[in-house]
């Protein structure tokens, strides 16, 4: 398996020099990708509530520094050598179509083929009207069209795409990605979600903490493995094809030792038990799973991230 850790595009340690302390020494430590998030603007005022805490409450709420997610992604390139790049999640209809492919082939082609992309349908509706989106009701088709359109010019040498919300034909469009086929990890948990990994991703890339779509207990995201597979058969894929890694936003022993269901909560526990979580994300074929680290300062998350390295990866 993989490791990754978060990279801090907002917050105290975004800042150029702990956000390039924190990226070079995760390389250096031995994590194999980093995530960045994205949010272009933060609405004061919200009406959906944010779908990864029970509560719905968007911890990015109180304001403050916030990076644009695609700059940041080129700036850690720029800083390391051989760490992935994962967004988590890009969403995908805050940028035009043709704009994003081109930014996209731009990052994999300076960062030699490190770009994964981690993308979603997005979920804050004043975010979409503030940015000038496509309506955000018709995000999920907007999503997948994008996509598409994104695979139509970086693989063809004469690309052309006739959508709804994608046009284009008599295009050049060079250079093309380093990789032949940029990862794409799907976000989400919900049906639509997991029907779009099934049509258009290399990879399923959940979090188990969603109200709506409980992935936190092994029997849970077991089950949404099941229907992954499920989706893929329908759509005519093999279920092989389709990687798996996990998103870990909670840990250790400050969270419940058990589900809403009682059975055990992943990764609550001392280091022990979530080595064991570990092994059995393993055992079912899981290709990366990744932790965000805090600290009152650089220095410190990357001291609570070498203590993770040694004292939990490195027994799995």
Request: aromatic share 10%; with cysteine.
């Amino acid at each position: 398996m993989q490791w990754g850790f978060n990279a801090p595009v907002s917050g105290p340690l975004s800042g150029v020099k702990d956000f390039t302390l924190i990226v070079s020494e995760g390389e250096a430590i031995g994590y194999d990708y980093c995530t960045l998030s994205d949010h272009v603007i933060i609405p004061r005022e919200l009406e959906n509530k944010y779908p990864y805490s029970d509560t719905g409450e968007f911890p990015g709420r109180a304001g403050g520094d916030r990076h644009e997610q695609l700059t940041a992604v080129t700036f850690a390139a720029a800083k390391t050598s051989k760490l992935r790049l994962v967004t988590s999640v890009m969403v995908v209809p805050h940028r035009p179509a043709v704009l994003t492919a081109k930014i996209l082939a731009t990052i994999d082609v300076l960062s030699e083929g490190r770009l994964t992309l981690g993308v979603g349908a997005g979920w804050c509706r004043e975010e979409f009207e503030a940015i000038g989106t496509d309506p955000f009701d018709e995000r999920g088709a907007v999503t997948d069209e994008y996509l598409l359109a994104c695979r139509a010019l970086w693989t063809n040498e004469d690309p052309h795409f006739d959508g709804k919300y994608v046009k284009f034909s008599n295009v050049f469009f060079q250079p093309r990605p380093v990789q032949k086929r940029v990862p794409i990890w799907v976000g989400g948990e919900s049906g639509p979600a997991l029907r779009r990994t099934a049509k258009l991703g290399d990879g399923w890339y959940p979090i188990g903490t969603n109200p709506a779509f409980r992935l936190d207990t092994l029997e849970r995201f077991k089950g949404g493995i099941e229907r992954l597979h499920r989706h893929c058969r329908d759509a005519g894929r093999d279920p092989k094809e389709i990687a798996v890694a996990y998103r870990v936003t909670q840990r250790g022993a400050g969270i419940p030792d058990r589900a809403d269901n009682g059975d055990r909560r992943l990764f609550s526990g001392d280091n022990g038990a979530i080595v064991g979580d570990l092994r059995a994300f393993r055992d079912l074929g899981i290709v990366a799973v990744d932790f965000s680290f805090d600290g009152s300062d650089a220095r410190e998350a990357i001291a609570n991230m070498r203590r993770f390295r040694e004292d939990v990866l490195a027994k799995v």
